[in-house]
């Protein structure tokens, strides 16, 4: 069960943006969205790998040294290899994303809004399929709620003060885990980052193209804040 009791370093505090349950939405969105079907040799149509494999994972290009992140990245998984891209357009506060299948077929765009701390998620149409919003709060690197149509369904928490661990949970608990995995030279030579996601579930919908794009939106929220630094 959610509340809004939460411990920093040992402090409670209280949560001034708890998860509560969503009120419905299909009214103002219609109805939930497909997944995308590939086409198997032997088993004919199933879920994209993108949406249903267990560890994906999602790896910022650069030049051939690393030193320069581009915004744009390759999205695997150890048994199935390639699974799609993520491609950046714009420059500072004007980025966008676009996130295509391993086809090059495009899925969602993930797009800047007027509040510098919100994005939202469109699919090829134009309609949204939900939004993110970027909170820091009590030296902990981010808390970022998921919504739909106005309603929060889920939430990007970290666990430590780097962003490197982070879980992606809905009402029933924990949906998958991000790891961002860097070591000592990569943190200071390279701006480079790669993502690891544990399904712990699947979900469909809405949720399931939220989930995906997840680690675009954290990169995105880390790359803000960076600029409101300088």
Do not use: C
Request: glycine share 10%; net charge negative; no cysteine.
């Amino acid at each position: 069960m959610w509340t809004n009791q939460v411990s920093s370093n040992g402090a409670s505090s209280v949560d001034s943006n708890p998860l509560e349950p969503p009120r419905p939405t299909q009214s103002k969105l219609g109805p939930e969205p497909d997944l995308p079907l590939i086409e198997m040799a032997n088993s004919g149509p199933i879920v994209d790998p993108l949406f249903s494999e267990s560890e994906i994972h999602i790896e910022e290009i650069g030049d051939d040294l690393g030193l320069f992140a581009f915004g744009e990245f390759n999205i695997s998984s150890p048994t199935k290899g390639p699974l799609g891209h993520v491609e950046r357009t714009g420059k500072r506060s004007e980025r966008t994303y676009a996130l295509t299948s391993v086809s090059g077929r495009l899925l969602a765009q993930l797009q800047p809004t007027d509040n510098i701390r919100l994005w939202v998620l469109v699919d090829p149409t134009g309609r949204q399929l939900g939004e993110y919003s970027h909170n820091e709060r009590f030296g902990v690197d981010m808390l970022m709620p998921i919504s739909l149509g106005g309603d929060q369904i889920a939430e990007i928490r970290s666990h430590d003060g780097g962003g490197k661990k982070l879980t992606i949970s809905d009402l029933s608990g924990p949906l998958i885990t991000i790891n961002r995995p860097k070591g000592f030279f990569a943190d200071t030579l390279s701006t480079l980052d790669k993502y690891v996601m544990t399904r712990h579930r699947l979900s469909s919908g809405f949720l399931a193209y939220l989930a995906l794009m997840a680690p675009v939106a954290i990169d995105e929220a880390r790359y803000r804040r960076d600029l409101r630094r300088r």
